[in-house]
């Protein structure tokens, strides 16, 4: 599976919307970008997943360059309770492999 | 649709004592794994099932860990004898076929500590 970047932490104004980037440079092509965050005492909770169009469900918003090396997971209207790591991962159906994730802060 | 259940929700053992962790996937789904996750990391695959077979295993310490998954159903993983550095929060996740396409879905986790 690729090997994902991402910032360790960022913040957010409550409300506003939260983008989330991720670098997947190293993808290859059956592999899809998906996207979990994990809440504190919580398993980690799926969000979205994508192969090359850009996806939407209820949740959030995945844009992926054209290029597919790398995404962004957007969070229209920010709450405190999105307040979590969110990991961006690279997966072929053989290993979901977790990396070390951007902690997002919702601030009020 | 109910979600990945798991129990017990904490367990708190003694070194050298065994334990077992219970897990009762999404109904339908084919495949179940269960993952550790130690304290500040990310989780880490230990074995994957496909209905009632092990898919992959190799990341699982064999002389310790053991799990089944009889009927290709409900799942238990032991660990015997425990160790301390066993301590960590056991994941559960299952999806409906296994492949790419096919989100994993995760219990909230035992957590398990060793004193």
């Known amino acids: 599976d690729a090997k994902t970047t991402q910032p360790p932490s960022m913040d957010c104004a409550e409300g506003r919307a939260a983008n989330l980037p991720c670098n997947h440079s190293?993808?290859?092509?059956?592999?899809?970008v998906y996207w979990y965050r994990q809440i504190h005492s919580q398993g980690p909770q799926y969000i979205i997943h994508?192969?090359?169009n850009n996806e939407t469900n209820e949740m959030a918003s995945l844009i992926i360059t054209e290029d597919r090396k790398s995404s962004t997971l957007i969070l229209p209207h920010a709450t405190l309770r999105d307040t979590a790591v969110y990991y961006c991962?690279?997966?072929?159906?053989?290993?979901?492999?977790f990396g070390g994730g951007t902690r997002l802060m919702v601030k009020p | 649709e109910a979600g990945v259940a798991q129990s017990p929700r904490y367990k708190i053992i003694e070194k050298r004592q065994s334990v077992a962790f219970w897990c009762n996937p999404i109904?339908?789904?084919?495949?179940l794994y269960w993952y550790q996750q130690i304290l500040g990391q990310g989780p880490k695959l230990l074995i994957q099932?496909?209905?009632?077979?092990?898919?992959?295993d190799s990341q699982l310490p064999k002389d310790r860990f053991s799990a089944e998954r009889l009927k290709g159903v409900d799942s238990t993983l032991k660990i015997q004898p425990a160790k301390l550095e066993d301590s960590a929060v056991y994941l559960c996740?299952?999806?409906?076929?296994?492949?790419?396409?096919?989100?994993?879905?995760f219990g909230n986790g035992t957590r398990l500590t060793v004193t």
């Open positions: 996740a299952s999806s409906l076929v296994g492949d790419s396409n096919s989100p994993l879905h």
């Open positions: 190293t993808i290859s092509g059956n592999e899809y």
């Open positions: 994508g192969l090359k």
């Open positions: 991962i690279g997966y072929a159906g053989n290993m979901l492999t």
């Open positions: 109904s339908g789904h084919a495949t």
């Open positions: 099932f496909q209905n009632n077979g092990v898919v992959d």
